[in-house]
């Protein structure tokens, strides 16, 4: 039961550019959505989050937008750097206590020059 | 700034041994968990842990596996009689109360059962 998915795998985007990460959801309790940037043999490094009372956050050069409705949101990353380049996962959580995440499948990054 | 420990970062072990990994929480942090990435694979929850009892666990999580926090400071993930497909990274998180969603990562450990 895949109840956070990221569809696509990867992604090549050039130096400078806009990279947007895609991530869809089907459980409608969820209300905390963050995105974590993993490296190889590293552990997932917090970037941003969202709550669901919310549309859009941002935070440097990090934008993501939560469409409630479409059980969709989106990471932006403008101006893309190839020190981006890495996987990015997008989490998905039920607030309360000690809330669990919920993980998509990750898309790989790759930020060319 | 604070970050999660792990140790060890990888561990080789035979099928049927036991393993502890152990993992440093930040240090004002109350709830810790246990996830695990399997090659290839998304990261998955294992177990939620809270005032010293565990608040919930996946279906992985049966009885091989145990958490405890036995000195107040090393949070630890015991695998009783590991099997070859317990081999994966498993990473410890934490978070600083019930109110904040955001869990931060340790470096993780890289288990392989032989």
């Known amino acids: 039961d895949q109840q956070v998915k990221q569809n696509s795998p990867s992604l090549s985007v050039q130096e400078g550019r806009i990279s947007i990460l895609n991530c869809d959801y089907t459980?409608?309790?969820?209300?905390?959505f963050l995105w974590y940037k993993k490296y190889p043999a590293e552990g997932p490094t917090f970037l941003i989050s969202?709550?669901?009372?919310?549309d859009k956050n941002e935070d440097g050069r990090f934008t993501v937008f939560l469409n409630k409705s479409a059980k969709h949101l989106s990471l932006h990353i403008v101006p893309s750097q190839p020190g981006d380049s890495a996987v990015y996962f997008c989490a998905a959580s039920v607030s309360g206590t000690a809330s669990k995440l919920t993980f998509g499948t990750g898309t790989r990054l790759q930020v060319t020059l | 700034e604070p970050e999660v420990t792990q140790t060890p970062s990888h561990q080789v072990t035979q099928m049927g041994q036991e393993v502890i990994l152990r993992c440093v929480p930040i240090?004002?942090?109350?709830?810790f968990y246990w996830y695990r990435q399997i090659l290839g694979q998304k990261v998955e929850f294992l177990v939620s842990f809270y005032n010293n009892e565990i608040s919930e666990k996946s279906e992985i999580f049966d009885d091989q596996f145990s958490v405890e926090r036995p000195d107040g400071s090393n949070f630890t993930l015991k695998i009783r009689s590991t099997k070859l497909e317990d081999s994966a990274m498993y990473f410890c998180a934490t978070k600083t109360s019930g109110n904040i969603e955001t869990q931060y990562f340790g470096p993780g450990t890289r288990l392989l059962v032989l």
């Open positions: 969202i709550s669901s009372i919310k």
């Open positions: 240090s004002n942090h109350l709830y």
């Open positions: 459980n409608s309790m969820f209300d905390y």
